[in-house]
């Protein structure tokens, strides 16, 4: 079945920056999405995009900020996440959605999900 593998978590100073990938197989490609978890927090959305890559969505708390791409031919997700702040301190998790052409944004459509990597922006 559908396996998606997440890397690049680190620990990262404020203002520095990563790239998160997400690496899926099983299936051909998604509206996938990256999420995050804070301790004690629930998991909220950060950005999506569609399986061609033309629709890209952010939160407003990382617009302008982060940045979701795919390469289609590797079957991967990334996000390229700039100016990072001690906030964006969180368990990263990639999503897929293979139902149909839609991108979803709410945690609970999502169908699969990685181990998720973390994120650790330190003041």
């Known amino acids: 079945q559908v396996q998606l593998v997440e890397s690049g978590g680190d620990l990262v100073q404020a203002g520095g920056s990563l790239r998160l990938s997400c690496a899926a197989s099983g299936r051909t490609s998604s509206s996938m999405g990256w999420f995050r978890q804070a301790p004690g927090k629930e998991r909220d959305f950060v950005a999506a995009?569609?399986?061609?890559?033309?629709?890209?969505y952010y939160a407003n708390s990382v617009k302008g900020r982060f940045t979701i791409s795919r390469d289609n031919a590797l079957n991967t997700v990334y996000l390229q996440m700039n100016s990072l702040k001690p906030e964006d301190t969180a368990v990263y998790y990639c999503?897929?959605?293979?139902?149909?052409?839609?991108?979803?944004?709410?945690?609970?459509?999502?169908?699969?999900w990685g181990q998720g990597t973390q994120v650790t922006v330190s003041a």
């Open positions: 999503a897929a959605y293979y139902y149909s052409d839609y991108v979803p944004v709410s945690a609970h459509e999502y169908e699969y």
């Open positions: 995009i569609s399986k061609s890559g033309g629709s890209t």
